[in-house]
């Protein structure tokens, strides 16, 4: 067999594991040949590659970024690109493509798929919504070093009677903001899925203050958004050149808890630490199974499927349902952390 | 609500969670009072307890080990002391015992349960070896410690062209060995479901070296055994004081390989430092859940019950059922892996 | 003997290991008693403090922050307290006052000495800029802190072919700069002591990647400015509530690097996170000498003084010389690390 | 100028950022021409080596073990190639050799100097035994994976009520038991440079339960010996093959502290983990340091000399000092740490 990879969209920790797994997998243990696309969609459709083997793939499980590179992919290009991706996937006789990628790579992947290309997808994600699967390698990795984060924080605003106000990543979705917040007993979180307050987040860290204690941790996702009507919400403008400040809900919390409390607020913008780096050993073995058994879907002929962690095992899901609804973070999570808004 | 809480058994990273956890949830959102018994199941028998409301569970969790103390159950000592415990839970007008442990703990728990104590119990063990849950807390953070060990050992082999020989926690089951395994890429897995044949591992790591490789990784789980007859498997005997010597299995393992590949080959046991120290980020959301829910269920009368994990949620399961057989690494986790002997 | 010690400025990973060190070293092997003074000088001033006693420090050497909690010093204000700090050592029976702080801090400490009271100072900030000493403790664990950021930031600037901005502490040095980029080998450093030449940075930059290189990481000092006249330098104004915006030089140099290059930049301010949590070992060891030796420089009577690293010794130095000057980079330590601007 | 380089002796976290540095000042700076020999003197004296350019030392920074290999010197062996060692010098052509080594390496460094080869030393261990330097590199890397171990065992200890004996490497020096005992707050340090008294030991760990204590953390450098006469110092004896058993002074130690204090103990040999891996960020700044003067001190002609720490500057010392005598723990600095027999 002859199989294509590829890894698209942001940073994620495992991308390599993913690749290094299905060259192990069909290389060692079927006998396949297996070629990297360079820089995602983009080395398809230029027909950019290198082949990949053992050598390859020694030494990466436990890196961070992909050996293969990255890029954003643009929809539209693809689409008029489906073509040409049709044409190059003949002329190397491939038999598989494996695309890893997030949320737009998998609408690609499905694309490609329902214009009858070989197509088995494995999900990325650092922010966990992909519906189908229990988990993306990657969040557990950014989970961690928000969470080592926090720690590190708390010990200051403890300190210095500050409010901390941390902003992690999650523009949609508030996973890492809710796992991170509870692993490091935060005591407000602040997700998309819940445009907050700022009455009541006031109400909330003003409590502790009133109770005694000396700071408070507020953790808020990039994507938090404030209730309509509920703060006069003034981003930061543009600069000079054009280019948006760099504002974001973090900085603009702390401004306005520090204001309404009295109290010193700081914000940390957590940022691209939590997508880089050595993945997790969680990470690791998730991808790890993943690239395996894409590869197994793909001698089965198994196409227009993606690899889905369900308890502990990896099945198959179609491609078609992965790409339908984000994974939001469900009411009854918000119960068991403390002072979800 | 009273409810008494213990922890009982090895020690495990998350303990602290599940205990701040069960009085942030009875205590804050439920108005419950709530002490826990000093040493395990020790603390039940002698009534040796304290109060914990919320200052005394203030900074704990992401601290290993336990603020109640633990100890290991006799089993016979605790049957003779049912009416014992009895006496107390009802002198302290106690609704519910929360008891946080691995095997030997929810055995003890499932008795006290049968004899009409209004039990909730917490799995625990760093061996992931329960089987009523996916995952256990404390598994995560054992395994990133070995994970983070292998990482390390890795190097030094490869510059000196050695075989590591790794000695890994589980005494009965290899989910440690195979997950830190996988995540460090090591060259040979051998865990206590299979018991080994030496000439077949001899065989693994030297084709390794006969490949043109420098070095090997082999992960070994402490309770891992040769296949009868494949080794002539002497133990460390006893010393003077008729202590038994701490050979090991990873110490075995590592001579017979230096003697028959003629490689230089080194033993290191990771040891107790698997079992200790802060808790992984996905190990404090785990715990955390884990006490929210058996609050949760003794509030709604749910007894002789257990938390588990199933998929990303938590539910009860019977402690019965719980404790009648061990989670071993099923046949196609292996193939996951690679070389698991 | 009776001592007072207290804390004071900005967090510091080791002000605990220092105190615990005052305690142990004067408690145990003294039979000293000592007290610390609440919230840094504010303690003394209005007479706020307690007893340490060995159980007051247990456990506390790893943990970030102070027990003793900390404020920034208002030189004017501790000048007109003198005669009120005079009159508290007095009632309180203080043979030595052990100030732990920064810059500011010594200089308070140093009038106070010269107006009579016993003091000996203990030097403490993570940006290593106190002259006297070879090294300050929390300056390795903020090298630290932002060394693994930095190794996280490049491999997905490298998948994503971007360049990384990173912002790291440093008002008026460049030592965590200095240190942390040639730590994680970065490409450009920009320090306070060298108002930087944005046309001599971009063409360092511009030439990695007109050499191949498909990344760059730039470190910048927080207190880094351009050379006048150099980069049109607008800063990010003020909020709708007059607060300065969050600009920051990082963001200004990624929007920059970015319309210069037409290669993606991306800032990344660590922030807080440099100066809290758990010390290295470096520097609680550091920290505990320091605590040791201020205890033993107490008992003979040399006040006025200061400890001081000097190469493996601890040394007592002037509390007058100490405050003199800044430590700034030498030329010859930039000559040793790639691209100092 | 063509330069040599090689790495020798037991691994050590550094080495590559040393290589990494010679080439950068080198080839970079100076236009120089590097070349690296395998598996240390083995290469040099059988002329094999590879050229190092800047790809070959590219992303080698923060990693662990050497690219080049390393191998154990035999002195006799080194003695007798003398001359061939001088041979392979002119026929490559070579300016300047820089061996990166211990003690053992410093020798035959010393060695070959005085028989006239243009030798820069640069010092090695992880021990940091090594007279003419305040530190070398890898030492930090060591101090702080034995404390993040001891920061582990810590709380086991104390939920479980135990003696923790953590067994860290120091042959003949006890500088990573003294720092990693200090940073982690252990209750005993036992240095090989003060065979110790086992009663006296005893005493200490048994003064901390009568007093109430729960536990207690003893570090034990694995070249600790017993005061003559103190102890019945029983070894491990040899097994079936004639190989020394792993007993360990660690493991002895557990055995007996049991024994005596009627205590549980539990032995932790860290072993290999101590000297792999990513280095820390202070052990690649002085790696990188000592490279780049490695190659100044060549192009100075100034041979026969040694890189060496003294306070925050870079001196060269002579390798025939050197070599004389080892570094051991002055009595001064046991006064300041708890307890070290």
Redesign the interface.
């Known amino acids: 067999m002859r199989i294509g990879v590829l890894?698209s969209g942001?940073?994620c920790p495992g991308?390599n594991a993913v690749i290094?797994s299905v060259v192990?997998r069909s290389v060692v243990d079927h006998g396949d040949e297996v070629i990297g696309f360079h820089d995602g969609w983009r080395g398809l459709l230029e027909c950019d590659y290198r082949k990949l083997d053992l050598d390859a793939v020694s030494g990466i499980?436990?890196?961070?970024?992909?050996i293969l590179?990255?890029?954003r992919v643009q929809p539209a290009h693809l689409r008029d690109g489906v073509e040409r991706a049709r044409g190059h996937v003949a002329d190397l006789g491939l038999d598989a493509i494996i695309p890893i990628g997030g949320e737009g790579t998998l609408k690609a992947a499905n694309l490609l798929s329902q214009a009858g290309l070989p197509i088995v997808g494995v999900p990325k994600t650092i922010d966990n919504d992909i519906a189908s699967t229990?988990?993306t390698f990657g969040f557990?990795t950014a989970?961690?070093?928000?969470?080592?984060?926090l720690?590190?924080?708390?010990?200051?605003?403890?300190?210095?009677?500050r409010v901390?106000v941390v902003e992690v990543m999650g523009r949609h979705t508030g996973w890492i903001a809710l796992?991170?917040g509870?692993?490091?007993?935060a005591h407000a979180i602040v997700v998309p899925e819940r445009p907050f307050d700022i009455d009541e987040l006031t109400a909330i860290v003003g409590e502790r203050f009133s109770a005694g204690k000396?700071f408070a941790i507020v953790v808020v996702a990039e994507g938090a958004k404030p209730r309509a009507g509920s703060m006069?919400f003034?981003d930061?403008g543009t600069?000079?050149?054009g280019?948006e400040?760099?504002?974001g809900i973090g900085?603009l919390l702390a401004?306005e808890l520090?204001?309404r409390l009295g109290k010193e607020a700081?914000?940390?913008?957590?940022?691209?630490?939590q997508?880089?780096?050595?993945p997790?050993?969680?990470d690791?073995?998730l991808a790890?199974?993943f690239g395996?058994?894409a590869v197994e879907a793909a001698h089965r002929g198994e196409f227009g499927m993606l690899t889905a962690l369900?308890?502990?095992e990896i099945e198959m899901v179609p491609l078609a349902d992965a790409v339908q609804t984000l994974k939001t973070v469900p009411a009854e999570r918000y119960?068991?952390?403390?002072n979800v808004l």
Chains 1, 2, 3, 4 share one sequence.
């Open positions: 890894t942001g940073d991308l290094r192990h499980l436990a890196r961070g970024g992909t590179g990255s890029s229990d988990v557990d989970v961690g070093v928000a969470t080592e984060a720690d590190r924080l708390k010990t200051t605003a403890e300190s210095h009677q901390m796992h991170s509870m692993a490091a007993g000396r006069d003034q930061g600069d000079q050149y280019h400040r760099f504002a900085n401004v520090e204001r700081r914000p940390v913008i957590l940022g691209h630490v997508r880089g780096g050595t997790t050993a969680y690791r073995v790890t199974r395996w058994h369900r308890g502990t119960a068991e952390a403390q």
